[in-house]
């Protein structure tokens, strides 16, 4: 990882005996960094920076260098320390004043396996910030009429997370649907109704291949169902397809469900599920969420049916690898999020729900009460594996 450690030292303090405690201290940790020392030239341009208070007595010269500090990076303020020789008392002092001027930062401080753990994490962030900072992400025929709170705040989603957010009409994409030939597709199925849709679904595919270029995007949301009536097919296909190739693709235009899946994928380098709840045991914990599309890089293997509420087009049943699981979503003005972990015990295939179905037991069953009470719209985001603190990390430091 992309690490690097300043040193902040009181001229007061003997070098050898602190070089001694500083050599000690470092090579107890497990993370992997590079030792900058005082030289503050390159700070802010890692994915990380931090800044090891090494003594006591080095709060006034902290007070000078932050203007410089601050004008190299919007990052929060990292104070290490080992707490010797009284640098676990300077770097309060530093945070109380950081606080007063209204700086965000923070103390790394404890036993060496923790320090290492949370360095890692907050190098995660850091590299995840650097990839969602100038990214643009389409909304590709507006929200759909029924996803009411499924908004986003275009300004702070940039001014938080440097992501743009672009409005893309949603005749443009058909307008290059109707443009392109109907071609013989290489996937296969048994069904003759889908596989007589399979055409359809492929250019489906290239259409929005052709707007991602087109509009230089990393990732979109689609109001799917317009399809359904415009060109009788759906996107379910071309979205599966899409995020294995690092194309975040979301449906029914739900941004904040998109951003969810972007941050992410910064965050983890994995697709995620966009899906809802179709059935909730408070008492268990025991939720089954549902939707007709999953990335094909999620899934051990995949089927194809047809779009469940209307019958028509391409639909993926996908059968992901049971264990353990993240629900995610953040807001669309960032205000909140839901992070909790979970095991996937099991994939279903029944004929009355969204195609790709999973019972999904929550580690802390308390937490389906959120889904009664308290939700952030309906559609969630199932990752693979346990995420939470590395999640909230990003979301408490943007």
Known sequence: MNIAIYTLT????NEQAISAVTKEFLSSLSAEFE???????????????????RTGG???????????LLSKSEQPIYLLTSGKSNSLAAS?????????????GEIIHGHPDFISKKIKILAKVGEAKKLLKGSRLGVIGQPSDWLISSH??????KRLLGIEIVDIPMQELLDIISTLPLEEVKEHTTTDTISQNLPGAERI??????IVKRHQLQGFTLRCFDLLTAVKNTGCLALAKLNPEGIVAGCEGDVPAMLSMKIAQALLGVSGFQANPSSINPETGEIVFAHCTIPFNMVERYEF???????IGVGIRGYMKEGPVTIFKVSGDLSRSFI?????????????LCRTQQLILLSDPGKASYFLTNPIGNHHIILPGHHKDVIEAMLRLS
């Not at 009181?10 to 303090?13: T, V």
């Not at 530093?94 to 209204?102: E, F, H, K, V």
């Not at 986003?152 to 989603?157: E, N, Q, S, T």
Request: hydrophobic content about 40%; charged content about 25%; overall charge negative.
């Open 10 to 13: 009181s001229a007061l303090h």
């Open 35 to 53: 030792l900058m020392g005082n030289d503050y030239a390159d700070y802010g341009s890692h994915a990380l920076d931090l800044i090891y208070v």
């Open 58 to 68: 080095t709060e006034g010269i902290f007070k000078q260098l932050l203007p410089d």
């Open 92 to 104: 309060m002092e530093i945070l109380s004043y950081l606080r007063q001027q209204g700086v965000k």
């Open 152 to 157: 986003a705040d275009k300004d702070l989603v």
């Open 205 to 210: 595919y290239k259409a929005l291949k052709m």
């Open 305 to 311: 049916d047809t779009h469940f509420e209307s019958g």
């Open 340 to 352: 909790e972990e979970a095991t996937l015990l099991r994939n279903q295939a029944k004929p009355d």
